[in-house]
């Protein structure tokens, strides 16, 4: 974890918001994908490695009410409670890094934009797809965001595994069913392109 946080606590903190290659002013097509999947303005909805990003901003815009934000760094949830101002009360926030970490309950709706892709071992993959059982009850719906099969190499400095929403759900094994997938190119704040998949799985 140590190391993973000093990273990710230094990007944090040596670039504004709208620097990091990952910015995006509205998180449409995440905010798209939990509706679609969360009509209860009451289900429960988790963004995993949310960092700094403005879907929880968005969600609660909409009226969920039960929303928690779960980053490794620090630096990046304080940025979000600050921009939330008094509204951050009504989120939940926890600093775990995401291959070591037991969750104490379970959510309707597991949000990932960009953070499985940067476990690129079988230890800690293995390790997230436990916390993302754990975590999850028959039913609920995954929306897991990572680089295309022809997207970047690296993100931040590190090396990322690239997948295809079908690779994907073979990582993920038998538990999580692939119901949907959507690409997107992302334009980075630099004007790179930048190719994602989503990928929308059912956890059986
Ligand atoms: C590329 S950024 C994406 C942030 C956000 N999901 C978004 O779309 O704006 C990756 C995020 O994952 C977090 N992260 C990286 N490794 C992590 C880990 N092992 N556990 C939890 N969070 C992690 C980083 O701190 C960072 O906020």
């Given at each position: 974890m140590d190391e993973t946080r000093k990273h990710w606590d230094e990007v944090y903190r040596s670039?504004?918001?709208?620097?990091?290659?990952?910015?995006?002013?509205?998180?449409e097509r995440s905010l798209a994908m939990i509706e679609a999947m969360a009509h209860e303005r009451s289900t429960s909805i988790i963004d995993v490695g949310?960092?700094?990003?403005r879907i929880v901003d968005e969600l609660l815009i909409a009226g969920y009410v039960d929303v928690t934000v779960l980053d490794v760094s620090e630096a990046a949830l304080g940025r979000s409670k600050t921009r939330l101002g008094?509204?951050?009360?009504n989120v939940k926030w926890i600093v775990a890094d995401i291959a070591n970490w037991s969750p104490d309950r379970t959510w309707g709706v597991w949000h990932d934009r960009?953070?499985?892709?940067?476990?690129?071992?079988a230890t800690s993959q293995k390790a997230y797809i436990e916390a993302l059982e754990r975590a999850t009850a028959p039913g609920a719906a995954v929306i897991i965001a990572t680089f295309a099969l022809?997207?970047?190499?690296?993100c931040s400095g590190l090396p990322v595994q690239r997948y295809s929403p079908d690779t994907l759900a073979a990582r993920l094994g038998p538990r999580f069913h692939l119901v949907g997938q959507q690409v997107e190119t992302h334009l980075t704040p630099k004007g790179a392109q930048q190719r994602f998949q989503f990928s929308l799985l059912k956890r059986a």
């Open positions: 670039n504004a918001e709208a620097e990091v290659s990952w910015f995006q002013e509205h998180p949310g960092g700094a990003s008094p509204r951050a009360a960009a953070v499985f892709h940067f476990l690129t071992d022809d997207g970047p190499e690296r």
